[in-house]
């Protein structure tokens, strides 16, 4: 096993911009028979060392993988693990790159002998662990935070499952009707849209505790977070505007309506990387593409009958949006702007889940109770796998490749596997689970 790293990168603004708006890296496993396994992992260094990015490759015999995260951040470090039969055929490169996509600068990696110095400004060297604070922090540390959360429509409740024993740790009380949930994984900060008090919980996921309720539209029934910048949207469909919240000071930035007449928005999604918003508005049939900075319209792009929700890869400017009467699964061209294909899934398809690690799409179907893979590569369904009563939400967690489906009339979530695509457990929840976000 060999442990690398960029060391601290100092990214602090010129004239008002940081040099370094997102990084590349590129994977290379040159072994012609054997396979590497390399976990990635970016810091955010702000007198403590933040967890950001952490993805776990295996890459083939003469593969090579290539990822993009944002590194919009004062300073920043990446880590990389690698092991396998491959692991010192393995070449790792790390590029900085502007605002507009050119390179700033290549990046040197170097070896474990120079980490300690980088886990924290006390004790002396050694392996490295969660924080570096004290020294002395064990082998290897946590690899994630595995934590699922489900909102409950019914019981007004959000479940916290631990990803390791699928075992419900917490009940955190809410709102009225939770229907959305998302996850900052940067702050460990979970924020609920209560579809039916019009309002936004945020619990610390350290404490599983409600710290803040903010006031939201009228309807907010669905949340995204954008990492990059700690802002927070809802969807609010009966006031059919969008409110957006600060991440730092749980405050209301603004409310903004994306579209005229009565859209019905239902669903939404925010790509990091681009700072575009995506909205899917039910009673339109369109999607809104929304400018992050500006808060201004872009383009309206058709898609199927009463869009519902969506979902983002980042990675290749995909956007995937569940059409809940038309039965089909739009894919959008971030770059473009295009409908690139339509998808047939199951009947009344929900949420959608993107791993963008595996380059697999999950959609539950409400009425036919099953959820559908998407081969992102082919956009064709490569399998359907059985769940629960009503199936609605979907989480999806890249690092250990498990997806999380909530069953509304069971009362459970299905856990799957991602590489049998088989259901490996099921989870007793509150009444109705609904939407589901995780941190990895």
């Known amino acids: 096993m060999t442990l690398l790293s960029t060391g601290p990168i100092v990214n602090e603004p010129i ?8 990084v590349t890296i590129k994977l290379d496993n040159r072994d012609p028979v054997n396979y590497s396994v390399v976990l990635l992992e970016g810091y955010v260094l702000n007198g403590i060392r933040s967890l950001y990015v952490q993805e776990l490759f295996s890459i083939q015999p003469n593969a090579v993988v290539t990822k993009n995260y944002s590194a919009n951040y004062d300073a920043f470090q990446f880590v ?12 790792i490169s790390f590029w900085g790159k502007d605002l507009f996509g050119q390179l700033v600068t290549a990046h040197r990696l170097v070896s474990d002998e120079f980490l300690g110095s980088g886990t924290g400004p006390q004790g002396a060297p050694g392996p490295p662990g969660a924080t570096g604070a004290t020294g002395e922090t064990g082998a290897t540390g946590s690899l994630s935070v595995n934590r699922i959360y489900v909102a409950n429509f019914n019981s007004n409740s959000v479940s916290v499952i631990d990803g390791i024993t699928n075992a419900v740790i917490a009940t955190v009380p809410v709102g009225i009707n939770p229907a959305g949930i998302d ?35 009228d309807g907010s ?4 977070v954008n990492p990059a910048t700690n802002a927070i949207y809802t969807a609010n469909f009966n006031s059919n505007d969008v409110t957006e919240i600060e991440g730092l000071t749980n405050a209301v930035v603004t409310t903004f309506t994306p579209v005229g007449g009565s859209p019905f928005p239902t669903g939404i999604a925010v790509n990091p990387l681009t700072n575009l918003i995506y909205i899917a508005n039910f009673n339109s049939d369109i999607v809104t593409v929304v400018d992050g900075t500006t808060n201004t319209v872009i383009v309206n792009i058709p898609v199927g009958v009463n869009p519902f929700r969506v979902g983002v890869d980042p990675d290749t ?4 949006v569940s059409n809940f009467t038309s039965n089909f699964v739009s894919v959008i061209n971030g770059a473009t702007n295009l409908v690139v294909a339509s998808i047939p899934v199951g009947i009344t398809p929900g949420e959608v889940g993107v791993n963008s690690s ?13 959820v559908s893979v998407i081969s992102g590569l082919t956009n064709s369904v490569i399998s359907t796998i059985i769940v629960g009563n009503n199936p609605n939400g979907v989480g999806v967690n890249p690092i250990t490749n498990r997806i999380y489906v909530t069953n509304q009339d069971d009362n459970n979530v299905s856990v799957i596997d991602g590489v049998t695509q088989a259901v490996i457990a099921t989870i007793p929840t509150g009444a109705r689970p609904y939407a589901i976000g995780v941190n990895p």
């Open 15 to 22: 004239d008002g911009m940081r040099p370094t708006q997102q």
């Open 80 to 91: 990389f693990t690698t092991s396998g039969p491959a692991a010192d055929s393995t070449e």
């Open 183 to 217: 996850v900052n994984p940067l702050t460990n900060r979970i924020y609920v849209a209560n579809v039916n008090s019009s309002e936004v919980t945020v619990i610390n996921g350290m404490t599983n505790t409600v710290m803040a309720t903010i006031p939201a539209g």
């Open 221 to 224: 029934g669905d949340v995204t």
């Open 317 to 320: 400017n995909l956007i995937y």
């Open 358 to 370: 595996t380059n697999a799409i999950y959609v539950p179907n409400r009425d036919t109770d099953n």
